[in-house]
């Protein structure tokens, strides 16, 4: 068990619709960073977030964002879903940032229909 | 920029023999290098990191892995395999020097079959 935690562990949901995933860093940790696993593009990285304040883009899309609230928690926000979006979105969280080692949570699979 | 090439997409090894994991890296910076292993349906577990100390590096499970900077290479390997081993391992790649901060950038990953 890394120590994040990511709700929900299952989400399906239909084409067009928005959804939120839900990221806990471990106790302490000020970065989280977001990822996405896909099939045909592997694990590319979304966004990373310091402190509250964004601090890297990578490959993320305008549909989505995210945020990091005061209690350092995170959630991913996804919008106008399509068929292409059905991935594993995994949270990850660290110490510092750039060079440390992060400590991936569970992950959340999306099914879009 | 920074990129990781794993050679090997698949990799078969009977249980109890050696396994060796390929993996080059390039990099602009002096980088930090990781290897993670994914179970199926499971998020990655961190295995070993390097951060420019020792260049051979030990991790859980009786993995570890050498990093040599005049081949870019970084290897992952284990003495003898254990049918808990077959899994997904992503050799990764951080470049930023500390004031940055971007994520990792991942191979696409070996599968490790372990046969009985």
């Known amino acids: 068990d890394s120590g994040v935690t990511q709700t929900p562990k299952h989400l399906i949901t239909a084409t067009g619709q928005r959804v939120t995933l839900r990221c806990s860093p471990r106790?302490?940790?000020?970065?989280v960073y977001w990822y996405q696993q896909s099939l045909d593009q592997g694990l590319q990285f979304l966004i990373h977030?310091?402190?509250?304040?964004?601090?890297a883009k990578g490959n993320i899309l305008e549909r989505f964002s995210a945020q990091q609230f005061p209690d350092l928690h995170s959630e991913l926000n996804l919008s106008s879903l399509e068929l292409g979006d059905s991935a594993l979105y995994f949270c990850?969280?660290?110490?510092?940032?750039?060079?440390?080692?992060?400590?991936f949570g569970p992950g959340t699979r999306l099914t879009v229909t | 920029a920074q990129s990781v090439t794993q050679l090997d997409s698949h990799v078969s090894v009977s249980e109890g023999t050696p396994v060796l994991l390929r993996c080059n890296y390039s990099?602009?910076?002096?980088?930090?290098l990781f290897w993670y292993v994914q179970h199926p349906n499971k998020g990655l577990q961190l295995l070993l990191k390097?951060?420019?100390?020792?260049?051979l590096v030990k991790g859980i499970n009786g993995f570890e892995a050498e990093f040599k900077k005049s081949e870019t290479s970084f290897h992952l390997t284990k003495p003898s395999a254990h049918m808990s081993d077959a899994a997904e391992y992503f050799c990764?790649?951080?470049?930023?020097?500390?004031?940055?901060?971007?994520?990792?950038?991942f191979g696409k990953g070996t599968h490790l079959i372990i046969q009985p």
């Open positions: 106790s302490g940790d000020l970065s």
């Open positions: 390097y951060t420019s100390a020792a260049t």
């Open positions: 990099s602009s910076y002096s980088p930090s």
């Open positions: 990764v790649v951080s470049d930023r020097s500390g004031g940055g901060a971007d994520g990792l950038t």
């Open positions: 977030y310091y402190n509250g304040e964004e601090r």
């Open positions: 990850a969280s660290s110490s510092g940032q750039g060079r440390h080692e992060q400590y």
